[in-house]
Each structure stands twice: as structure tokens, then as C-alpha cells.
């Protein structure tokens, strides 16, 4: 039973089976129209192709479609995929990436297109990463902050992205976490005094002290019994009570 829509080719029009070059894998039943061929313009059915016939996929990697060359190049021989850095699709060229071995990733670090600047953040060597601190993308920047070692990401401190200086906050070398302390965003500072909260005793937002309450040291929380917030004085006074008793 097809799935999706009208099997058709990348241009619109009738497949003809007997027309096609791989009529012998029809009649073989590793493909039919309406559920694997290469010709057809359902992405689902050109993977299933190439999953189906690997075999076939080196020579797929000139079609004019851009979702044939891409499918053909998930399970193209590795050796044939160096020119398809410079395809004018973004997605083959993101696959390309993904494929290659990582020295090739470097050179599409000024990619203009985003899907491809992503595949070279997940792939580049963490030494070679530091270019990409900077990305003009938050989530090519996000990618890159979980992945680099720490002693880069004291550059990405001042981030736009909030949700990027949560990521560095977690990872961060703690000598840095003080940087944290003016941070405008207070989920940002939460994150940092989950894991120095004695810098946090004072911080303007309930949540932060919340935290440092919590997980604080004896002298930070007698510090909190006298916050004048109810949930803040009761986290404290429990938290005495557990280092008290070694809990």
C-alpha cells in the first residue's frame, strides 16, 4: 500500500518503471513505486531506496534532486564524498559533513547556511572549535558549549543566549563561576549556584537563594535564616538540621 503522496519523480511526473535503469531490483522486490525508488520526490521513499540497494548509492550522488543526492550520500562509499562540500544543497552538504572524516568539517566553519554550520559543530575536533564561539547562530553556539573542552568556554560568558550561559554555567572550570554573579538573567545565576552556592547568599532573586539554601554550606544557610522570605528561612533551617545530622 503506497504511503504519503502520489508517486511521482522530483519533477512531477509519471515514473515509468520500465524505463527505469534498476528495473532489475523491481522485479527482485527491492523496490516498487509508492514505497522505494530513487527517482521518486517522497524523501521516505528515496531513504528506503538506498537503505534497500547501497550498492547503488555512489552513483546517485549527481542527481539533479537534492533529496536523491542526500539520501544516496547517508550510505555512499566515504571516498566519494569530498566533492559534495561545495553541492549547492545545504543538506548534502551537512550529510557530507557527518560522513567525512572530521578534518573536513573545518573547512565549512563560514558556511552561510546554519544546517551545515550545525553538522560542523557536532563534528569538528573540540580543539578546533573555538571559531565557532562566536557563531552568528545561538543553537550552532549551543551545540558548541556542550561540546567544548572548559577551558574554552570562559569566552562564551558574556553570550547573548541565556539559555547558552546556563550550558557554560554547568561546565565551566568553578574558578569562573563568579563571573555569574551580575548575570541579568536569575536562571543563569541558579544554575552557577548549584555549584558554588555561598556566591549566591545575596542574590535578589528567590530562586537563587533558594538554591543556595538548599545546597549550601552551614555558614550559608544560618546566613538564610534571617531572609525575608518564609520558603527561603524554612530551606535553610532544614538544611542545618541535615548537615547536622550527616544526612
Known amino acids: 500500500m503506497p504511503e504519503g503522496p502520489a508517486p511521482v519523480?522530483?519533477?512531477?511526473?509519471?515514473?515509468?518503471?520500465?524505463?527505469?535503469?534498476?528495473?532489475?531490483?523491481?522485479?527482485?522486490?527491492?523496490?516498487?513505486?509508492?514505497?522505494?525508488?530513487?527517482?521518486?520526490?517522497?524523501?521516505?521513499?528515496?531513504?528506503?531506496?538506498?537503505?534497500?540497494?547501497?550498492?547503488?548509492?555512489?552513483?546517485?550522488?549527481?542527481?539533479?534532486?537534492?533529496?536523491?543526492?542526500?539520501?544516496?550520500?547517508?550510505?555512499?562509499?566515504?571516498?566519494?564524498?569530498?566533492?559534495?562540500?561545495?553541492?549547492?544543497?545545504?543538506?548534502v552538504r551537512a550529510m557530507a559533513i557527518l560522513r567525512l572524516p572530521r578534518r573536513h568539517a573545518e573547512r565549512k566553519i563560514k558556511d552561510p547556511d546554519r544546517r551545515v554550520r550545525i553538522a560542523v559543530a557536532h563534528r569538528l575536533p573540540l580543539d578546533r572549535l573555538?571559531?565557532?564561539?562566536?557563531?552568528?547562530?545561538?543553537?550552532?553556539?549551543?551545540?558548541?558549549?556542550?561540546?567544548?573542552?572548559?577551558?574554552?568556554?570562559?569566552?562564551?560568558?558574556?553570550d547573548e543566549d541565556p539559555e547558552i550561559r546556563r550550558i557554560v554555567a554547568r561546565r565551566i572550570g568553578e574558578r569562573w563561576l563568579d563571573r555569574f554573579r551580575n548575570d541579568p538573567d536569575p536562571l543563569v545565576r541558579r544554575e552557577a549556584a548549584l555549584r558554588r552556592p555561598s556566591l549566591f547568599v545575596?542574590?535578589?532573586?528567590?530562586?537563587?537563594?533558594?538554591?543556595?539554601?538548599?545546597?549550601?554550606?552551614?555558614?550559608?544557610?544560618?546566613?538564610?535564616?534571617?531572609?525575608?522570605?518564609?520558603i527561603i528561612r524554612e530551606t535553610a533551617a532544614l538544611r542545618l538540621q541535615q548537615l547536622k545530622e550527616g544526612v
Open 202 to 230: 545575596g542574590d535578589a532573586d528567590l530562586r537563587v537563594r533558594h538554591v543556595a539554601a538548599e545546597e549550601g554550606s552551614a555558614e550559608d544557610a544560618q546566613a538564610l535564616l534571617n531572609d525575608p522570605e518564609d
Open 9 to 91: 519523480d522530483w519533477q512531477g511526473n509519471a515514473l515509468d518503471c520500465a524505463a527505469c535503469r534498476y528495473r532489475d531490483l523491481l522485479d527482485r522486490g527491492q523496490c516498487g513505486q509508492g514505497w522505494a525508488c530513487a527517482h521518486d520526490r517522497y524523501a521516505k521513499r528515496i531513504e528506503r531506496f538506498f537503505l534497500l540497494n547501497p550498492d547503488h548509492a555512489d552513483e546517485c550522488l549527481s542527481h539533479p534532486y537534492f533529496e536523491t543526492r542526500m539520501n544516496a550520500a547517508r550510505v555512499a562509499s566515504v571516498f566519494r564524498l569530498a566533492r559534495l562540500l561545495t553541492d549547492q544543497d545545504a543538506g
Open 130 to 158: 573555538l571559531p565557532m564561539c562566536s557563531d552568528e547562530d545561538s543553537y550552532v553556539r549551543s551545540i558548541v558549549a556542550r561540546r567544548a573542552e572548559s577551558g574554552m568556554l570562559p569566552v562564551m560568558i558574556p
